[in-house]
């Protein structure tokens, strides 16, 4: 079966990567061809640029660091992660940038299209809610369409009326709909009007500890030296503050495998653009399974963590959406592990709950169990 897939832009976005990556290869298990649809923004003109750059200037807002980006150190900043796109996933279809663009795909012979996961059902992320799902093959007959793990990203409904009642319309031709979050379930009934919906795993779930640790063989990835893996999204002195605080406490090294620099701290230029560079996902990725310890406040930075069987503290961000945690730590009874007060005595408790981590991978394997059902149910 030719199947597209339809996540958000896998940009500099690692657990976007890795979710991808991981989908491709449980659908090829499966005995199936997929290809990624490579849905975008319209790119800014160099004019429309420059007049974006020059408004924010002129009102004081600060201005979207990638705008300032030639090129050439473009490139350079996502060397690796492109690199990684061109080895694990490979399969893409043109660049899309407009709604017409997205009906093109009705002519390549897709067998069935597969939304997810990421939040791919958050609106702020995407170019137009609508084709993310199906809009454009809405007239399309034998066309089989699953949502598989897709995410509203929050609990709440965060889609306008014009585009709900579309989506509820289109909603009713999916065969199958998965969401990621137990929260997601009722949201589907409640405005899409679907009582089946589904609570499956995230796809990088779909795969083992295993199975990525054969990546590192393949990448001869060496080990990560370092106890303390921190992988903060939204920094701030207090999280600093809490994770120095905490290696200090055990003795540990920390480290963090990010860019050096963070765009937006320092002007970019040709010369110093590799200091802005994102690390190899394959080693960043590593830096999970030989951490002692992880704090992070990245739905699959806990998710690596658990998988790699390494204890964690989940640090809640409201703005980027907290169901997803809630929902994941709470299926695995790891609830304890999630804050949003640092205050240390929050902290402390957190990190002297033991895991039993016999029970949370039996519930793991058991859900990645009921996941693969799912799409063997309707793509076989």
């Not at 799902?133 to 929050?154: C, K, T, W």
């Not at 009874?333 to 007060?341: A, H, K, Y």
Request: aromatic share 10%; net charge positive.
């Amino acid at each position: 079966m030719k199947i597209g897939v339809l996540t958000l832009p896998l940009n500099d976005n690692y657990g976007g990567l890795l979710q991808a990556f991981a989908l491709r290869t449980v659908l090829r298990s499966m005995g199936h061809d997929s290809i990624v649809i490579d849905r975008r923004r319209k790119r800014l003109s160099n004019i429309r640029k420059f007049a974006s750059i020059a408004k924010s200037r002129i009102l004081g807002r600060s201005i979207y660091p990638k705008l300032l980006l030639s090129e050439y150190q473009s490139g350079v900043i996502l060397k690796e992660i492109k690199s990684f796109q061109k080895r694990y996933i490979s399969h893409f279809t043109e660049s899309i940038t407009t709604d017409g663009g997205m009906s093109c795909l009705n002519k390549m012979g897709f067998d069935a299209f597969v939304v997810g996961s990421d939040q791919c059902w958050r609106p702020r992320y995407l170019p137009n809610v609508r084709n993310y799902f199906l809009d454009f093959a809405e007239n399309q007959r034998n066309i089989r369409r699953i949502a598989y793990a897709a995410s509203f990203g929050v609990s709440h409904w965060e889609i306008n009326e014009p585009d709900t009642r579309a989506c509820r319309k289109l909603a009713r031709k999916f065969d199958g709909i998965s969401v990621r979050e137990d929260t997601g379930v009722a949201l589907v009934k409640k405005y899409l009007g679907r009582d089946d919906a589904v609570h499956v795993v995230d796809p990088t779930m779909l795969i083992s500890a295993e199975q990525y640790m054969e990546i590192f063989a393949n990448e001869d990835a060496p080990r990560v030296s370092g106890d303390l893996k921190v992988y903060i999204l939204d920094k701030n002195q207090e999280k600093d503050l809490m994770t120095q605080q905490i290696a200090a406490r055990f003795g540990w090294n920390l480290f963090e495998m990010q860019p050096h620099k963070r765009l937006g701290s320092e002007k970019v230029t040709d010369d110093n653009a590799g200091d802005f560079s994102y690390p190899n996902p394959v080693q960043w990725l590593r830096g999970f399974r030989d951490a002692k310890f992880v704090v992070t406040d990245s739905f699959h930075g806990v998710v690596f963590s658990i998988l790699f069987n390494v204890p964690f503290i989940a640090i809640g961000n409201v703005n980027r959406g907290l169901a997803r945690f809630e929902s994941l730590l709470s299926k695995l009874g790891l609830s304890n592990r999630f804050v949003t007060d640092l205050s240390p005595d929050k902290i402390n408790d957190a990190i002297s709950q033991e895991i039993h981590w016999h029970r949370v991978n039996a519930i793991v394997e058991n859900e990645r169990s009921k996941s693969m059902d799912f799409l063997k149910k309707h793509l076989q």
